[in-house]
């Protein structure tokens, strides 16, 4: 929240999705009652109301709006008011049946959902607009009115649409990409390949269903044409709020989340006053406190400091195969999760479980079973917590290892035809993030191209694509004195997606002081020994290369094999400083030794020298004081040596701070 334009909210916000457009309005005194209850200081209004808002088109009403602004003023909460253009009404598509999304196959999808739009649809752009301006102007001066919140997680079901209309607005991003020289399409593209050479641009197509492997190139532009698509949507929506209000915040919910990857986030962060995130746990993910974490420092750092969580949930969701419940004490540990790793917000979806519609059996910080009933217990305990914590707001997180995350090099990693179909570019973040949060050392994220001088320790698990700016300014690190690690598969291709020659992996060869002339990826299920400086029951599994050193010196060996004695981690010294390789997947304890000796050669201390197990530790740092996150989630409690005034409790802290079992501490340490 690092605007000019700031929510002026105070403290720690805190509420979730309201849509009392689906209650009697007798039921909307009791919401202001029980949001009073629970110390809820902010609501997201109206994101779904298009139909009712504008019941035909170009006629608005506004009266439910208003007497819900004005409630909610009258009550002392704050509206984040959302454009309702993440679901246009039936009578839309009737009389612009062109607006519906068409996908890979060619099947044009129906309304009667939430996002079933083309996003290159001009009638869906004037009609979003049109109500967007409306709202605008109607609501800029209404005094509840504390935020903008455009549109809801753009690209969530329509993040592609393969229709007539779509190819032409794809036509005119490549025509400005490429500078209106198709010649330098088809040499991007490499189109000599398979008779794909283009003549006209009116040939070239989306990436439609096709019989063998489309092009790899023609399918990242296809993404980065997606991405840019929507976010000139969010911008032009933005605008005209803008143009009303000056001085209102805008946010839009993004979601960082395994299962979604349509935006590239780096583009889209810089253009919103306020940035803020969906997180929701899957039901199989065994350690989802782990994706939290990744998922709200990536936040911060997209961020450049604090930002909101828009959206969790205070239980089930209703969307998975399965939908597990949060055990005790879950749900206020993965908020005050959020919290500690920048979060000047905290939301749920939704206020009040829905009795109708598709969502009706997901959870909600009202549930179906009212009042009496643990999540609600827990979601006024969460307000008093946020309440203690106010003064946390705006203090932000010190890191000095930075992670490379970069969409363009995801997206390449996961286009069919690699060596391997089982690369996953988050996994193989998560992998190496896994030990320095089971450590507690702080991380940020950056780009290739990021200022890297104020991180000590660099790491880049999966960087498959990178351009010659961003691969020059990771060695330049560790030329410079910085330690920077590096996993397979890395600065394999460049923007384009073109193979460096000479031998793997490409653009890091003279950094890394490797060379690999061939990949030996490995089957699911086969795992490989390793030996050297590796724990002695060290394996590892996904990917294997034949490494010849042409200055590094190698760490650990493939055991057995074809490639039995051959390098598997290696270690070079360019310049003054120090770049790891690490050439397959290590087991997680192995690659946990090789992180810890890693963070050696960086000097990078965790915020805590010796944290217990399953203890998450970060330290926000504010002007006056720090505040020192303590978040048990092994169950088993913890004594931490601390100093100050625990927040939660408001007990002063001589020498410890005892952690409650599954429980949560923090612990304001002035300066
Ligand atoms: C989000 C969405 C919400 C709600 C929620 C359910 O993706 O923004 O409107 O659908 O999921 O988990």
Redesign the pocket.
């Known amino acids: 929240m690092t605007s000019a334009r700031s929510l002026r909210v105070p403290g720690i916000a805190y509420g979730g999705?309201y849509n009392p457009e689906q209650w009697p309005e007798e039921v909307w005194a009791e919401d202001m009652r029980l949001m009073r209850e629970a110390g809820v200081t902010m609501v997201n209004v109206g994101?779904?109301s298009w139909a009712l808002l504008e019941p035909s088109e170009g006629v608005y009403d506004f009266a439910r709006m208003d007497r819900i602004l004005d409630l909610l003023h009258a009550n002392g909460i704050a509206a984040d008011l959302a454009t309702p253009t993440a679901a246009p009404p039936a009578w839309f598509f009737r009389a612009y049946p062109g607006s519906l999304p068409v996908d890979r196959d060619g099947r044009t999808l129906s309304y009667g959902s939430r996002q079933t739009f083309c996003p290159s649809s001009p009638a869906y752009r004037r009609a979003a607009l049109c109500i967007a301006g409306a709202l605008a102007e109607r609501y800029a001066e209404h005094p509840a009115v504390a935020m903008w919140h455009v549109h809801?997680?753009y690209g969530?079901h329509n993040a592609a649409c393969y229709c007539d209309t779509s190819a032409a607005a794809f036509r005119i991003w490549l025509r400005a990409r490429y500078t209106d020289d198709l010649d330098a399409l088809n040499h991007a593209w490499g189109t000599t390949f398979w008779s794909q050479w283009y003549y006209d641009w009116e040939e070239i197509l989306p990436p439609r269903a096709t019989g063998a492997p489309p092009n790899p190139t023609h399918q990242l532009d296809w993404r980065r044409f997606c991405s840019d698509e929507l976010l000139s949507l969010c911008t032009a929506e933005r605008d005209s709020l803008r143009r009303a209000a000056p001085d209102i915040p805008a946010t839009t919910?993004l979601?960082v989340l395994r299962t979604f990857d349509a935006l590239d986030y780096w583009r889209w962060a810089p253009e919103l006053d306020i940035v803020s995130n969906?997180h929701?746990l899957m039901s199989d993910d065994p350690e989802s406190d782990i994706d939290i974490a990744l998922s709200a420092d990536l936040m911060r750092s997209l961020a450049g400091g604090p930002w909101m969580l828009m959206?969790h949930?205070t239980g089930a969701?209703?969307?998975q195969p399965v939908n597990r419940a949060k055990h005790p004490g879950e749900m206020r540990r993965n908020a005050l999760a959020n919290v500690a790793r920048g979060a000047d917000g905290i939301f749920f979806?939704?206020w009040r479980a829905a009795k109708a519609g598709a969502?009706q059996w997901?959870s909600a910080m009202l549930p179906h079973a009212g009042t009496d009933s643990r999540i609600w217990h827990d979601v006024v305990r969460l307000g008093a917590d946020l309440d203690a914590l106010a003064e946390v707001r705006g203090s932000t997180v010190d890191a000095q290892v930075a992670i490379v995350w970069d969409w363009d090099a995801r997206w390449a990693l996961e286009l069919p035809s690699q060596p391997s179909g089982e690369l996953r570019f988050q996994d193989l973040v998560r992998d190496w993030y896994t030990p320095l949060w089971r450590a507690g050392v702080a991380v940020d994220f950056v780009r290739p191209d990021a200022d890297l001088d104020r991180y000590r320790l660099v790491l880049a698990p999966s960087l498959y694509l990178v351009d010659a700016t961003g691969a020059a300014n990771l060695a330049g690190f560790a030329e410079r004195g910085g330690t920077l690690a590096v996993g397979f598969h890395s600065g394999a291709v460049d923007e384009n997606c073109h193979v460096r020659m000479g031998g793997y992996p490409g653009a890091f060869r003279d950094v890394l002081g490797v060379r690999t002339d061939e990949l030996f990826p490995l089957l699911p299920g086969q795992t490989l020994r390793l030996t050297g400086q590796v724990p002695a029951d060290a394996s590892a599994t996904l990917w294997s290369e034949r490494i010849r050193l042409t200055s590094a010196e190698p760490v650990a060996f493939f055991a057995d094999g074809p490639l039995a004695g051959t390098p598997a981690v290696t270690r070079h010294t360019p310049g003054s400083g120090t770049a790891w390789y690490l050439a397959t997947r290590p087991d997680p304890a192995t690659l946990s030794a090789l992180m810890d000796r890693i963070r050696k050669d960086a000097d990078v201390q965790p915020v805590l020298s010796a944290a217990p197990h399953g203890l998450e530790v970060v330290r926000r740092s504010g002007t006056d004081a720090d505040y020192l996150f303590l978040i048990d989630h092994a169950g088993a409690g913890a004594e931490v040596p601390a100093d100050g005034v625990e927040l939660l409790t408001g007990k002063p802290v001589c020498g410890t701070v005892t952690v409650p079992a599954g429980g949560v501490a923090v612990v304001r340490e002035p300066h």
């Open positions: 999705d994101i779904f809801n997680e969530c919910n979601m969906d929701y959206e949930s969701v209703n969307w979806f939704q969502e997901h």
